[in-house]
């Protein structure tokens, strides 16, 4: 529907229609759509001069059906019954034609629809009935062939053109009105039903599915790299059963071979209800596996994978429980939520769910065969205990897919919700945009006219590639009909033009996967790989040394080197010691800064309410007003809590963490001049050694974090204290508060049934219903919020406690390696001293073999890097 069209005439008709003097802000979609609805029941039922008790129940039936229970609709449609009826609307038909000036073909067809319904509530259509139908179809440009159709599936009859059934069928495809309003969804899902089956198509059995080439090649390629750690790890052992290389080479090079063979390239859809998420994963994988239907139907968070066997696991929020293999029968009813909630208010029904995710696995699905885990988020904007989930996830996405409806693109939410990934991915930094947000426009079959496509087009380039660029890199942007994609793969429609642009879109991301994020996992993880052979050449050179007799302790200098040990392992507690003294002071001072900052946060965040804004005026939405409202108190609440913790809490963190962080740095140059001294007297290298694992502490290539190449990728490191344990910086604070107390899908739900019931329908002032709505949300709002607070700031606090924690056991970790390198050195001496001369040789020609089979490996490397960077 293109609301700009809604002109003071239009205006003017329906505040006549209704008898209330409304504004342009008081008409949305489903409003306008209903009074011409009215008008086209109506005027079927004084066609004929008549009026039965089918048609009157008839006409109830329809409304009832279509305009859910406690709805301000309901009581707007009698409204515009009794208007309709005493001026005689139906028989003024430039009035209709003003009332479905912005209607698109597919809305004037459903109103049309139901006038066919109507006409047949007593059992056969009268032909002046079919006149008048005729008349308005004509005038509002409505194809004869579709009037035919109707006719015959009201009235029961066969229908003769199977062409024209499949096109109506098409027009009035529920899935086209999804970003419209649920009313014309319901009112669509009502008219198909009956409707004969649409026919189907001839399937040709050849799918065309991308053969994912590239992505073929990169798994190759990290196999090889994985080969490389089997030959590593098989040097490494040798090593270790001689005695000549430390134990800790052998956890290094299983943690990395470990991560190699678990990694895989995480793509996550995201949008909105309405985009076509399903439709589009369906299409990415080439069959119809996720549940695709007219209502918001993603209750859950579902990972795509590949599987030796076709299987389905249900994980539970409950971790104490275990998983649970489910029939695919069982998938299609857990990845949803019920239609009956889904019609109404699906807040409750989610945030009640027991399940935690639903993995799906696949033998024969090509993408996830080549490495790919997709991830079916289940939404950004359906309800907002689903929004937390998916921000949860995004942190260890390698592609972001940001799903968006032609008919509605890039609307005002949606473009706050790319800005919000942005900084997220960008830890904070909004003058350059992410590289790996990917903008699908979905539904450009809907926009019939040339022009309208190239509007389309450049409203989303002027966006995303503005002075403020949300998105960053080539071929990010992408125009499909998901739809008619997967009808094409699945017909073998190969020369299909919609299937060619999906085909463009799934290269593009291909390309970036393996390019852009493979290639840099791919040097990571050889970065890490080469950290461990310079290390185990380093021990190789010291046995060496050794075994040449440039290298000895004595009986004499063997206690320093314990007593050395000793000191590197006293050194590990006090630092223990130090860090809970640091944890406690920040606790401290970050309960002090809070007690302050919720002092005065009731008045900052009342006062920000005067700026709220709705397109929905205060009588016709006044629902979905208080749902705006709703949504900018979180949104505030949420802009408070952010800048209290980059400002406040991190400034503590900091501050105490870098008290910490020159402990460890004096302990480490302690460490390092103590073996300096060593290197001097004995001639060894344990400084060499040292330094290797403090670099290779801090590298990333290995695959520290989660299962995906994102995670395998360093953090910028500025990103602050927040923006590492949550999702970016810009917004860290927020989630850490929100996430996981499910708080902000208990304030929406609480604001949705005590504002909405509380006030009820409104023909007063509107800015006075405007204030008590406000004012009604910030008091429900902070009594959810003041009943969180405890738990609120125990989340902080554990996060606090954590991020010292896991700088403690990494120096911890260090200071053990540390300690195994003097051990070594000590177990090599002795061994020495109890070899012959002739073992001695012996090993010398063995060392010489290990050094060179080091040198294999990394030509190996070497060879494995190049290839894949061609």
Request: glycine share 8%; charged share 25%.
């Amino acid at each position: 529907m293109d609301k700009s069209l809604i002109t003071p005439q239009t205006v003017d008709l329906v505040s006549r229609i209704t008898g209330q003097k409304l504004s342009k802000q008081d008409i949305d979609s489903p409003a306008l759509f209903l009074a011409a609805l009215v008008t086209v029941l109506l005027g079927v039922i004084y066609a004929d001069g008549t009026v039965s008790a089918e048609e009157t129940q008839r006409l109830r039936t329809t409304l009832t059906e279509l305009i859910p229970p406690n709805n301000s609709l309901r009581q707007l449609a009698m409204l515009m019954a009794k208007g309709v009826k005493e001026h005689q609307f139906y028989k003024k038909l430039p009035e209709f034609l003003v009332l479905t000036a912005g209607f698109s073909e597919a809305e004037k067809l459903l109103l049309i629809s139901f006038g066919y319904q109507m006409s047949a509530a007593d059992g056969t259509i009268d032909e002046r009935e079919k006149q008048y139908l005729k008349i308005i179809a004509k005038r509002i440009g409505i194809d004869e062939r579709y009037l035919t159709v109707l006719s015959a599936s009201f009235s029961n009859q066969a229908i003769g053109d199977t062409a024209a059934l499949a096109e109506v069928h098409s027009l009035l495809d529920p899935a086209q009105f999804q970003a419209i309003h649920s009313l014309f969804v319901r009112a669509a899902s009502h008219i198909i039903e009956h409707l004969p089956a649409k026919p189907k198509p001839q399937v040709n059995q050849k799918h065309l599915v991308s053969s994912y080439h590239d992505l073929k090649k990169f798994q190759e390629y990290r196999q090889q790299l994985n080969g490389v750690c089997d030959r590593l790890s098989q040097i490494i052992q040798e090593g270790c059963d001689r005695a000549v290389l430390t134990d800790a080479l052998t956890g290094d090079i299983k943690t990395t071979q470990e991560r190699l063979q678990s990694q895989c390239f995480r793509v996550v859809v995201v949008g909105d209800f309405s985009k076509g998420k399903s439709t589009l994963l369906n299409a990415l994988l080439g069959e119809k596996i996720q549940p695709v239907r007219d209502i918001p139907c993603s209750g859950t968070v579902t990972i795509l994978k590949y599987g030796s066997q076709r299987r389905v696991i249900c994980r539970y929020k409950d971790k104490d429980r275990p998983e649970q293999e489910i029939s695919p029968e069982q998938y299609q009813e857990k990845a949803s939520i019920s239609e009956e909630a889904a019609l109404g208010s699906y807040e409750d029904e989610i945030a009640k769910s027991e399940i935690a995710e639903i993995v799906f696995e696949h033998p024969d699905l090509e993408l996830c065969r080549n490495g790919v885990e997709i991830i079916d988020s289940p939404g950004l904007n359906e309800a907002e205990s689903r929004i937390l989930v998916t921000q949860q996830i995004l942190k260890t996405a390698d592609a972001i897919i940001f799903l968006t409806n032609a008919q509605s693109v890039l609307t005002k939410t949606e473009r706050e919700l790319l800005l919000d990934l942005k900084k997220d991915l960008n830890y904070g930094k909004e003058d350059e945009g992410a590289r790996n947000i990917f903008i699908v426009v979905n539904f450009v079959d809907l926009l019939q006219e040339e022009e309208s496509r190239k509007q389309v087009r450049r409203r989303v380039e002027t966006i995303v590639n503005g002075a403020n660029p949300i998105i960053y890199g080539e071929n990010r942007i992408h125009f499909i009909s998901a739809k008619s994609a997967l009808d094409a793969i699945l017909s073998g429609k190969e020369n299909d033009n919609y299937l060619k642009a999906f085909q463009g879109f799934t290269s593009s991301v291909e390309k970036f996967l393996t390019v852009e994020r493979g290639s840099i996992s791919l040097q990571q993880s050889a970065a890490g790989i080469q950290q461990i052979i310079d290390t185990g050449c380093d021990e190789l050179n010291q046995k060496q040394k050794m075994l040449d007799g440039e290298l000895r302790v004595s009986q004499q200098e063997k206690p320093k080197i314990f007593e050395q040990m000793a000191e590197v392992s006293g050194r590990d507690v006090k630092i223990r010691v130090l860090a809970e003294e640091l944890i406690e002071q920040s606790l401290e001072e970050t309960l002090e800064s809070w007690n302050e900052w919720v002092e005065g946060l009731a008045e900052r965040v009342i006062s920000k309410s005067k700026y709220w804004t709705s397109e929905h005026g205060h009588i016709m939405g006044q629902d979905k007003l208080t749902k705006d409202y709703a949504n900018q108190f979180v949104r505030d609440i949420t802009q408070e809590t952010e800048n209290w913790a980059n400002q406040k809490v991190q400034g503590i963190v900091r501050q105490n963490m870098a008290v910490l962080e020159e402990q460890i740095r004096e302990d480490i140059n302690a460490i390092r001049q103590e073996f300096e001294k060593l290197d001097k007297q004995h001639s060894s290298n344990l400084v060499a050694q040292f330094n290797h694992l403090a670099i290779a502490g801090n590298v990333g290539g290995i695959g520290i974090g989660g299962s995906g190449f994102a995670s395998s990728i360093p953090e910028i490191e500025d990103g602050g204290f927040f923006g590492g344990i949550g999702i970016g910086a810009a917004v860290g604070a927020a989630l850490l508060v929100f996430t996981g107390l499910g708080i902000i899908p208990v304030i929406l739900g609480g604001l949705a049934a005590g504002v909405g019931g509380g006030l009820g329908w409104s023909w007063l002032d509107g800015d006075a219903v405007k204030e008590q709505i406000r004012q009604k949300v910030c008091e429900l709002g902070f009594e959810k919020f003041d009943e969180s607070a405890e738990s609120i700031l125990g989340k902080i606090q554990e996060k606090i406690i954590a991020g010292f924690e896991e700088r403690i056991e990494a120096n911890s970790g260090l200071m053990k390696k540390a300690i195994l390198r003097l051990e070594n050195l000590l177990e090599q001496q002795e061994q020495r001293e109890r070899q012959t001369q002739e073992e001695c040789d012996a090993e010398k020609v063995w060392l010489a073999q290990k050094r060179g089979e080091f040198e294999q490996v990394q030509h190996q490397i070497e060879v494995i890097l190049h290839q894949s960077a061609r």
